[in-house]
């Protein structure tokens, strides 16, 4: 466990993943303002990103008094890239997060979840239900609309020619303009510096490529009609996560993952989930709209 660099709000965390794989895994923790102890949050991002999406929210809660842990992902940011790509799933994920929980000595945490690291606590209220003590969903549900999952997997692990800050840029800009309409020259530099980490004197997209495999649907067998498997029903895990224990889901309004209608059922499955959608923001809300912090506000308000 190391130490912030200089004028950080953070410190740098290193643990062990679980298993025979051991490798080196990282997050930053912003310590939690003076005040009475309260829960810890534990920030988790979508599939090519890193913990910099949470540079904005996490100083704002630990600010209130909670610890906040920005986790990358095994693959992303500081963590280890796995030499096994079919280890990229969610339940790989969700063992690592409860590695860290165990090597900090935390019992349970608040969960903040944008899409993929939504479903990456699906798994640990499965594994582990004591551990979560709330949650948040960030534009994610059991069910990914078919269209979403189209475009981010048509990108996903595939390699760009990026010379300048200015080419990142314009490339955050280019994959990500369908969720962003509003945005500008100065958000997509912004965007382009979490998505990017600078090697070699030139930007380079901060993930290992190899995590699209695990993504790639099993080849047929052979044989005259063969299928491929059904996807996973991940409406238990929902209604698991759901079941007594503060809940939001946050909705981009025009988000093309979590359609409308799958939050329409999801709302029925759980009535007593929070609900909050951020206009003109597609897959997935930056947690830095004003919408999604007073939902998170209100959540953790009602969270222990």
């Known amino acids: ?36 102890a309260r829960v810890p949050v534990v920030c ?3 599939l090519t990103r890193n913990a910099r999406d949470f540079e904005s929210l996490a100083p704002h809660i630990a600010a209130k008094g909670r610890r906040v842990l920005a986790v990358d992902v095994r693959g992303r940011g ?3 890239w796995d030499p096994q790509p079919m280890r990229y799933v969610p339940a790989t994920y969700a063992g690592d997060v409860l590695a860290l929980l165990d090597a900090l000595g935390i019992g349970r945490a608040v969960f903040v979840g944008t899409s993929m690291g939504g479903l990456i606590t699906m798994t640990v209220a499965a594994f582990r ?5 709330a949650a948040v969903l960030n534009d994610i549900g059991p ?3 078919p269209e979403g999952l189209q475009r981010i997997t048509g990108y996903t692990g595939r390699t760009a020619e990026i010379a300048t800050w200015a080419d990142a840029a314009d490339y955050a800009g280019k994959l990500n303009a369908v969720a962003f309409p509003h945005y500008g020259p100065e958000q997509w530099m912004a965007f382009a510096r979490r998505l990017f980490v600078e090697k070699d004197g030139r930007p380079a997209l901060d ?3 190899a995590i699209a495999v695990a993504m790639k649907p099993p080849p047929k067998e052979s044989g005259e009609g063969a299928e491929p ?6 409406w238990p895990l929902f209604k698991g996560l759901a079941a007594n224990r503060p809940l939001l889901t946050i909705r981009g309004s025009i988000s093309d993952l979590l359609s409308a209608d799958i939050a329409a059922r999801m709302r029925e499955a759980a009535p007593a989930m929070a609900y909050a959608e951020v206009p003109g923001v597609g897959h997935a809300p930056m947690l830095d709209e004003p919408e999604a912090v007073a939902a998170i506000d209100a959540l953790l308000e009602a969270a222990p």
């Not at 130490?3 to 290193?14: E, K, N, Q, T, V």
């Not at 025979?20 to 990282?26: N, T």
């Not at 498997?229 to 991940?234: E, H, R």
């Open 1 to 36: 466990m190391d130490h912030p660099l200089p004028d950080s709000p953070w410190a740098d965390r290193f643990w062990t993943a679980p298993g025979p794989d051991g490798l080196r895994l990282h997050a930053r923790d912003y310590a939690a303002a003076s005040g009475p």
């Open 44 to 46: 988790l991002h979508g």
């Open 78 to 80: 500081g963590s280890a």
């Open 129 to 133: 239900p004591q551990a979560v003590a």
């Open 143 to 145: 069910e990914l609309a």
């Open 207 to 209: 993930y290992d490529p």
């Open 229 to 234: 498997p059904p996807p996973v029903d991940l």
